[in-house]
């Protein structure tokens, strides 16, 4: 099966559709706009017959008609020598020689591909995979044989269909998901769906009627509302904080929270939560934090009040005020269940939800069903932003004092700094997600001090959820980062928000030096009784280099929709009735699968994603473990791509399976002799140094976040903290040895060019077609959301150039994002 090529901004089945034949430049057949129709239906499809052509321009001899001759004619989508193409006498005579023979189509050449997916399978299901297929029934290797050789038939039956241009997912279901599957994961996600339909072949075979009747009545999440009874029962008001970056809308949703006896804020980012957790208990508010992977209660607190990150907002803990910030969160495909969960389930008197305008309807239809109070707070801008007509034009000596260069990935953060503060002599501090709480913290005040030499700053676009930073220009490196698959266009939204971080109300010392709270990025100054007018910042925005500022520039000027579905995700009690319909041993993953396959919604919601949940499930199937395990370990913060992190799971559930042996130092999967290695005796460099410390890092959150699930299993968690800090350090050694590669960076600089601009060419036909420009490069779903993939593009260049140069990249396989690991509070759904 040739490999398919794509460029940016293509599809991997675009790229697969067109990868089987190529046509000489003088001629092709007529191509019929759909893909699953054959070629052959064209005016050049006819018979030959043995009398002369009555016009020369005709199909004689064999030939194709002349456009300049070509040295070999086409037939059957390959070139062929001239001397191979004879009209047989016989054939001629009779007329039924057909000079262009049907060509496979686009959806045959699939159906081929599936097929040896099939095969693949079979393999692996008589090897290696074996134990998996007693669970489903099959008691036999001739039964197994038997089963996928039907199940091959079907494949093909499927593939038929689609041929005639029946691929809808009501008519022609198996083949729609496994397309789908393809085009959004690659031939990777293609291999799970394959088994997942196997397997779904096989075991539903064996339900009775009533058994799909009561699947599908569980699977009836229309009205996820009902799913918090207790909730239900209280008169909650809602205020919806509603308006552009830095303006004051969280300020006062927070200023609700401080003069509240309980409640709780809800961040996106654990920096956010560290913020306001800091904050609080600075003006002598007595505040905890709790996110997945900690937890710090300030000593002799009685009462309910905590900072936290949305996936952990207690759902059965009644409170007078809720604070949940960035609600727009909620529409997002793979994150949005945890902002919808803690919206519907909160147990709160008053509910403040901040985000952007264009959350107003669908906060308001929700707030009609679920019956409670809204009332909207609008606010405006405290300072003006306005667009730079120039960039940078990739010169790093232009930089000014107060300037945030945007990056995302921690690995190119780092090699910017070093290159700014190279060129420039000038110091540089950096902030990006994953940096150490009280790291990030510094780095900000350092920057905010106008008073020393940290002219500039180089950030993650986790500045754009509200981080306390004053920016007087925002300088995007790019407007597009790598996501495992090719290069995609940030969503306009997400520029925009990026974008508003520039032009802060005012500086950070102007806000110590008079009595200000400054908290989530949303600040307002305390005015007095005569309510001075303050003076505005104007805020900038610019690009590094020149492509990039069209697109800064259309999303300046661009409303963005507003938002019609709210994101939502089975809860573990209604997965745990629903596996109860499937033999004992039924992969979990399929059960999962087949939950959301069956599932009906209400239009105002959508379904969350799936990601790695499917391939731990896979992992951990030989475990004997309880359902309830099971979702735990689904829902942990699990990093698969990264090499042995596949031991580090299993291990982790033996050690749940057996109820002992999660002691940190008794656990052979994780290298904790690489702190004793100097970064440099690596074998290969600091480079491989960092590689492997971070894979260290992020086994030790995942050991700290089972440690809050299984307190009894792994208790070295003073350690593990302890442990993991030594990482860091690692890490930040590791890091500031980065530099720019220049003819790397010029590269990678030239592949992301022509990525943007065939991606701008998608945008533009969908606004022709009126649809949204961000749906043009939505197809592609990235792997990660940690700029895990961002790194690789950095370090390997991720995308492998042809001899023809930039022109193409080796389409890699890829995962399919899902909803990201759960915090533990999904599964506080029911309160009762």
Not at 231 to 246: D, E, K, Y
Not at 590 to 611: D, G
Request: with cysteine; proline share 5%; aromatic share 8%.
């Amino acid at each position: 099966m040739p490999l398919a090529i794509r460029k940016g901004g293509q599809c991997a089945f675009c790229a697969f559709r067109t990868s089987e034949w190529l046509a000489p430049s003088c001629w092709q057949p007529v191509q019929q706009q759909n893909g699953a129709r054959p070629y052959s239906r064209t005016a050049f499809d006819r018979p030959l017959s043995s009398s002369p052509p009555r016009n020369k321009r005709s199909l004689t001899k064999g030939r194709l008609p002349s456009c300049s001759q070509p040295p070999h004619d086409f037939q059957g989508g390959r070139l062929m020598p001239r001397s191979a193409l004879r009209v047989p006498p016989e054939q001629a005579a009779l007329g039924t020689y057909n000079l262009f023979p049907r060509i496979e189509t686009a959806y045959g050449v699939f159906g081929k591909l599936l097929i040896e997916q099939v095969a693949l399978l079979r393999k692996r299901l008589q090897n290696r995979e074996h134990r998996l297929v007693a669970a489903w029934g099959i008691t036999s290797n001739q039964e197994l044989e038997r089963k996928l050789t039907s199940f091959g038939e079907s494949i093909e039956e499927c593939t038929r269909h689609a041929e005639n241009g029946v691929v809808s997912k009501a008519d022609n279901p198996l083949f729609y998901r496994l397309r789908q599957a393809f085009v959004l994961g690659n031939v990777k996600e293609l291999v799970s769906e394959m088994k997942y339909a196997f397997i779904n072949y096989v075991v539903s075979s064996g339900f009775t009627t009533q058994d799909k009747a009561n699947q599908e009545k569980l699977a009836d999440l229309r009205y996820p509302i009902e799913w918090f009874p207790a909730t239900r029962a209280i008169q909650r008001t809602v205020h919806l904080h509603v308006g552009p970056t830095n303006s004051g809308k969280t300020y006062h949703a927070l200023q609700k929270l401080e003069a509240a006896a309980t409640g709780v804020y809800a961040g996106p980012l654990r920096l956010l939560a560290h913020e306001v957790y800091s904050r609080f208990n600075a003006k002598g508010k007595p505040c905890a934090l709790v996110t997945g992977e900690e937890r710090r209660v300030p000593e002799g607190m009685t009462h309910l009040m905590s900072s936290c990150t949305v996936e952990m907002v207690p759902l059965n803990a009644v409170m007078d005020v809720a604070v949940i910030d960035e609600i727009q969160m909620m529409s997002d495909a793979e994150r949005g269940w945890a902002w919808t969960q803690a919206f519907l389930g909160v147990q709160a008197k008053e509910v403040h939800l901040c985000g952007e305008l264009r959350t107003i309807q669908l906060v308001t239809d929700l707030c009609k069903a679920l019956g409670d109070k809204l009332v909207i707070h609008r606010y405006e801008r405290l300072s003006p932003l306005k667009t730079e007509k120039k960039s940078l034009k990739g010169d790093l000596r232009r930089l000014e004092k107060g300037d945030a260069v945007i990056l995302f990935s921690r690995v190119a953060i780092h090699a910017m700094k070093a290159d700014i503060e190279k060129t420039t002599g000038k110091r540089c501090a950096v902030v990006y997600g994953s940096l150490p709480p009280e790291t990030r913290a510094q780095q900000a005040a350092l920057f905010n001090d106008p008073n020393n030499d940290y002219d500039f700053l180089v950030a993650s676009d986790a500045v754009g959820m509200g981080l306390n930073l004053s920016i007087k220009r925002v300088i995007f490196e790019a407007t597009s980062k790598h996501d495992g698959i090719g290069f995609r266009l940030i969503k306009t939204s997400e520029i925009k928000q990026i974008a508003g971080r520039a032009g802060r109300y005012k500086t950070a010392s102007d806000a110590m030096k008079k009595d200000t709270l400054e908290v989530a990025g949303e600040e307002l100054m305390k005015v007095d009784e005569e309510k001075k007018k303050p003076v505005k910042n104007i805020g900038l925005v610019t690009t590094l280099e020149n492509f990039d500022l069209p697109i800064v520039k259309r999303a300046m000027e661009t409303e963005v929709e507003p938002l019609k579905t709210a994101g939502i995700f089975p809860p573990a009690n209604i997965l745990l009735r629903f596996a109860n319909y499937f033999p004992p041993k039924t992969p979990f993953s399929y059960i999962v699968l087949r939950l959301h396959e069956i599932s009906s919604l209400h239009p105002s919601f959508h379904l969350c994603r799936l990601k790695e949940q499917i391939e731990v499930a896979d992992l951990i199937q030989p475990y004997n473990l309880t359902n309830m395990d099971r979702i735990v370990f689904m829902s942990a913060p699990v990093a698969i791509r990264e090499a042995g992190f596949s031991d580090v799971i299993t291990e982790f559930a033996d050690c749940v399976a057996k109820q002992t042996g999660g002691e940190l130092l008794d656990l052979q999967s994780l290298d904790l002799e690489l702190l004793e290695m100097d970064i440099h005796a690596h074998p290969q460099g600091s480079k491989g140094y960092l590689k492997e410390s971070e894979a260290l890092h992020k086994a030790l959150t995942l050991y700290l976040w089972l440690s809050y699930r299984f307190a009894g299993i792994f208790r070295s968690q003073a350690l593990a903290f302890h442990v993991k800090g030594l990482v860091e350090e690692k890490i930040d050694q590791c890091l500031g040895e980065v530099h720019w590669d220049a003819a790397r960076r010029k590269q990678l600089t030239r592949l992301r060019q022509k990525a943007v601009e065939e991606q701008v060419i998608e945008m533009e036909a969908a606004e022709d077609l009126g649809e949204d420009p961000d749906s043009a490069v939505e197809g592609r779903t990235p792997r990660e959301k940690d700029g895990s993939d961002a790194d690789e593009a950095f370090e390997d260049q991720a995308t492998e150039m042809t001899s023809e140069g930039a022109d193409r990249e080796v389409l890699s396989g890829a995962n399919v994002s899902i909803p990201p690991p759960s915090e533990g509070a999904k599964y506080d759904s029911a309160n009762v």
